[in-house]
């Protein structure tokens, strides 16, 4: 009896113990910085790093770092632009701790120059073409845009607007939206020389635009929907907005990349864990971006 009773005690003290190691594994587990949160960022490091390229991902890694830097008054984070061709190339050199781009490095570099970097995507943004308001055009459809920007088509008039003469204005071929525009827009196209303006940034792009009468270009949806001073287009009636861009209904985006040579270290780790958040995502979204995990479609380039 005796023994019965001593056999039952050590079984329930054998199944209470696992049950507490069990208990102590999960709860461990659950409190587990996820990696890439927030809770997992170390805000402790110190020290200063340069980011640049994508002059289209620059206002949301500006207010991101302003962000990151509130929280870790040690950090020094400096913010430039340049392009996603030169922020490729000078991450690829190591002058650099992060490049910024629109484009996967091995659509601007060449297979060894990429061959070193780590990609981390941290969003999605989308192009719009757009237009002075003066235009009436309200949708162009691909075959039209496609002319327009290789130089077929050079007055309104001929596309249902007014008679007046189309001022086409592009980017250097350092920009990451040129590249995006072309491939998604122009399906690869070149676009003709000696007939377009060109503009070094998203927000000279925005001004020249919005002063020159019967002008077209193409901005990051992120800067063009805030902006009420130039026109955003339709294409073959389909609106540039992050629900159509989300199914896969419009075709001209792009994922935003922040590229590191070799895996990230210090206070570019924490800040690319920062960006890839949850802290960020509000601001993805407030500034006009797409939550990566929003997309319904992809792309491997």
């Known amino acids: 009896m005796f023994s019965g009773r001593r ?16 208990t102590g594994c999960a709860s461990k587990s659950q409190t587990s910085p996820t990696p890439g949160s927030s809770s997992g960022v170390d805000f402790t490091v110190s020290g200063s790093i340069t980011t640049a390229g994508s002059s289209a991902l620059q206002p949301l890694v500006e207010q991101a770092a302003n962000q990151f830097m509130q929280k870790d008054s040690n950090a020094k984070i400096s913010v430039q632009a ?41 969003c999605v943004v989308g192009f719009a073409t757009v237009v002075n308001p003066g235009v009436t ?27 007046q003469q189309i001022t086409v204005i592009n980017r ?23 007939i377009a303006l060109t503009q070094d940034s998203t927000g000279a792009v925005a001004k020249t635009v919005a002063g020159t009468p ?16 130039v026109k955003m287009l339709k294409l073959d009636g389909v609106d540039p907005t992050n629900d159509n861009i989300t199914s896969g209904k419009y075709p001209i985006w792009s ?46 380039s």
């Not at 007055?155 to 008679?163: A, E, T």
């Not at 070799?262 to 920062?274: E, R, S």
């Open 7 to 22: 056999g039952l005690g050590l079984a329930l003290s054998v199944v209470l113990a696992g049950s507490i190691l069990l």
């Open 82 to 122: 340049g392009g996603s061709g030169t922020g490729l190339a000078q991450i690829a050199q190591g002058s650099i701790d992060i490049g910024n781009s629109d484009l996967f490095a091995g659509e601007k570099l060449t297979s060894a120059q990429a061959a070193g970097l780590v990609d981390h995507k941290v």
């Open 137 to 163: 055009v309200d949708n162009l459809t691909k075959q039209q845009l496609q002319q327009i920007f290789t130089g077929k088509i050079t007055n309104w008039k001929d596309v249902g607007g007014s008679d």
């Open 172 to 194: 250097p071929t350092s920009s990451g939206t040129r590249a995006t525009f072309k491939k998604y827009a122009l399906d690869g196209l070149e676009e003709a020389q000696g």
């Open 214 to 229: 019967g002008s077209i270009s193409y901005l990051a949806l992120s800067y063009a929907s805030s902006n009420n001073t």
């Open 255 to 300: 994922y935003e990349h922040m590229y590191t040579k070799g895996d990230p270290q210090g206070l570019t780790k924490a800040f690319i864990d920062y960006m890839a958040g949850d802290e960020v995502k509000p601001l993805i979204q407030q500034l006009g971006y797409i939550v990566g995990s929003d997309m319904k479609v992809s792309r491997n």
